[in-house]
Protein backbone atom coordinates (compact mmCIF):
# COMPACT_ATOMS: atom_id res chain seq x y z
CA UNK A 1 0.00 0.00 0.00
CA UNK A 2 1.42 3.32 -0.87
CA UNK A 3 2.24 6.08 1.86
CA UNK A 4 -0.36 8.41 2.34
CA UNK A 5 1.22 12.09 1.59
CA UNK A 6 0.05 14.76 3.69
CA UNK A 7 -0.38 17.04 0.11
CA UNK A 8 -1.12 15.46 -3.22
CA UNK A 9 -2.05 16.70 -6.47
CA UNK A 10 -3.40 19.75 -6.59
CA UNK A 11 -2.79 21.02 -2.87
CA UNK A 12 0.82 20.71 -4.18
CA UNK A 13 1.00 23.48 -6.15
CA UNK A 14 2.16 26.31 -4.20
CA UNK A 15 -0.72 29.72 -4.15
CA UNK A 16 1.34 32.30 -1.81
CA UNK A 17 4.85 33.33 -0.18
CA UNK A 18 4.66 34.95 2.76
CA UNK A 19 7.70 37.03 3.27
CA UNK A 20 8.00 38.91 6.56
CA UNK A 21 9.38 42.26 6.75
CA UNK A 22 10.31 45.58 9.44
CA UNK A 23 8.88 48.34 6.83
CA UNK A 24 6.17 47.48 4.37
CA UNK A 25 6.11 50.50 2.86
CA UNK A 26 9.90 50.71 1.96
CA UNK A 27 9.61 47.10 0.70
CA UNK A 28 6.53 47.78 -1.68
CA UNK A 29 8.48 51.05 -2.88
CA UNK A 30 11.39 48.76 -3.63
CA UNK A 31 9.53 45.83 -5.44
CA UNK A 32 7.47 48.05 -7.46
CA UNK A 33 10.99 49.73 -8.01
CA UNK A 34 11.66 46.21 -9.82
CA UNK A 35 8.37 45.42 -11.62
CA UNK A 36 6.43 43.29 -8.96
CA UNK A 37 2.86 44.71 -7.69
CA UNK A 38 0.66 46.31 -7.71
CA UNK A 39 0.30 45.48 -4.17
CA UNK A 40 -3.28 45.99 -1.90
CA UNK A 41 -1.95 46.79 1.83
CA UNK A 42 -4.68 46.21 4.73
CA UNK A 43 -4.16 45.73 8.30
CA UNK A 44 -5.86 42.26 9.68
CA UNK A 45 -6.58 41.38 13.10
CA UNK A 46 -6.51 38.30 14.81
CA UNK A 47 -8.30 38.26 17.69
CA UNK A 48 -9.20 34.08 17.89
CA UNK A 49 -6.10 33.31 17.44
CA UNK A 50 -3.76 30.30 18.98
CA UNK A 51 0.48 30.48 18.72
CA UNK A 52 1.80 27.06 20.25
CA UNK A 53 -0.99 25.94 21.72
CA UNK A 54 -1.85 29.18 23.82
CA UNK A 55 -4.58 32.13 23.03
CA UNK A 56 -3.02 34.49 21.57
CA UNK A 57 -3.83 37.90 19.82
CA UNK A 58 -2.24 39.74 16.87
CA UNK A 59 -2.24 42.69 14.36
CA UNK A 60 -0.30 42.81 11.30
CA UNK A 61 -0.12 44.86 8.45
CA UNK A 62 -0.18 42.66 4.69
CA UNK A 63 0.71 43.19 1.33
CA UNK A 64 -0.65 40.95 -1.25
CA UNK A 65 0.50 41.23 -5.31
CA UNK A 66 -0.41 38.26 -7.97
CA UNK A 67 2.99 37.24 -9.36
CA UNK A 68 1.81 34.66 -12.09
CA UNK A 69 0.03 31.99 -10.31
CA UNK A 70 1.62 32.82 -7.16
CA UNK A 71 0.42 35.76 -4.95
CA UNK A 72 3.25 37.29 -2.95
CA UNK A 73 2.62 38.31 0.43
CA UNK A 74 4.37 40.78 2.23
CA UNK A 75 3.59 40.81 6.27
CA UNK A 76 4.56 43.65 8.65
CA UNK A 77 4.11 42.65 12.54
CA UNK A 78 2.22 45.25 14.40
CA UNK A 79 1.26 43.40 17.81
CA UNK A 80 0.44 41.09 19.89
CA UNK A 81 2.46 37.87 19.92
CA UNK A 82 3.08 35.74 16.66
CA UNK A 83 5.13 33.51 15.00
CA UNK A 84 6.14 36.04 12.20
CA UNK A 85 7.01 38.40 15.24
CA UNK A 86 9.39 35.03 16.36
CA UNK A 87 11.29 34.85 13.20
CA UNK A 88 11.83 38.37 12.75
CA UNK A 89 13.29 38.46 16.01
CA UNK A 90 15.48 35.00 15.33
CA UNK A 91 15.73 35.66 11.67
CA UNK A 92 15.45 38.97 10.38
CA UNK A 93 13.13 40.02 6.97
CA UNK A 94 12.93 36.93 4.47
CA UNK A 95 10.69 34.39 2.74
CA UNK A 96 8.34 32.89 6.19
CA UNK A 97 6.37 30.48 4.42
CA UNK A 98 4.63 28.92 1.42
CA UNK A 99 0.88 28.72 1.64
CA UNK A 100 -0.78 25.60 -0.36
CA UNK A 101 -4.71 25.24 -0.42
CA UNK A 102 -6.47 22.19 0.49
CA UNK A 103 -9.70 20.48 -0.23
CA UNK A 104 -10.42 18.95 3.35
CA UNK A 105 -8.71 20.50 6.27
CA UNK A 106 -8.98 18.06 8.69
CA UNK A 107 -7.77 15.21 6.82
CA UNK A 108 -4.78 17.30 5.52
CA UNK A 109 -4.24 17.85 9.32
CA UNK A 110 -4.44 14.74 10.36
CA UNK A 111 -2.11 13.56 8.03
CA UNK A 112 0.69 16.13 8.87
CA UNK A 113 -0.08 15.20 12.68
CA UNK A 114 0.64 11.24 11.42
CA UNK A 115 4.07 12.23 10.67
CA UNK A 116 4.42 14.71 13.85
CA UNK A 117 3.75 17.81 12.17
CA UNK A 118 1.40 20.23 14.56
CA UNK A 119 -0.22 23.47 13.91
CA UNK A 120 1.90 25.97 15.52
CA UNK A 121 0.09 28.97 14.54
CA UNK A 122 -4.07 29.07 13.59
CA UNK A 123 -6.55 31.88 13.72
CA UNK A 124 -10.33 30.36 14.02
CA UNK A 125 -12.15 32.71 12.06
CA UNK A 126 -10.27 30.81 8.87
CA UNK A 127 -9.76 27.27 8.13
CA UNK A 128 -6.30 26.23 8.24
CA UNK A 129 -2.72 27.43 9.85
CA UNK A 130 0.98 27.49 10.28
CA UNK A 131 2.54 24.28 10.36
CA UNK A 132 5.78 23.61 12.22
CA UNK A 133 7.94 22.06 9.19
CA UNK A 134 10.83 24.59 9.55
CA UNK A 135 13.23 22.08 11.07
CA UNK A 136 14.05 20.82 7.59
CA UNK A 137 14.36 23.73 5.00
CA UNK A 138 13.76 26.51 7.55
CA UNK A 139 10.50 27.09 5.90
CA UNK A 140 6.77 26.96 7.54
CA UNK A 141 4.19 25.27 5.46
CA UNK A 142 0.99 27.26 5.71
CA UNK A 143 -2.20 25.02 4.80
CA UNK A 144 -5.54 26.82 3.87
CA UNK A 145 -9.14 25.32 3.02
CA UNK A 146 -11.35 27.70 0.73
Excluded: C
Aim: charged content about 30%.
Amino acid sequence: MAESKPLEGEETHIVQIGVVVKDIERTIEFLTGLGLGPFKVMINDHPTGQVRGKKAYWRSKIALSQQGPVELELIEFQKGTSIQKEFLDEKGEGIHHILFRVKDIHATLEKFSEKGIHLIQEDFARKGGYLDTSAVGGIVFEVFQK
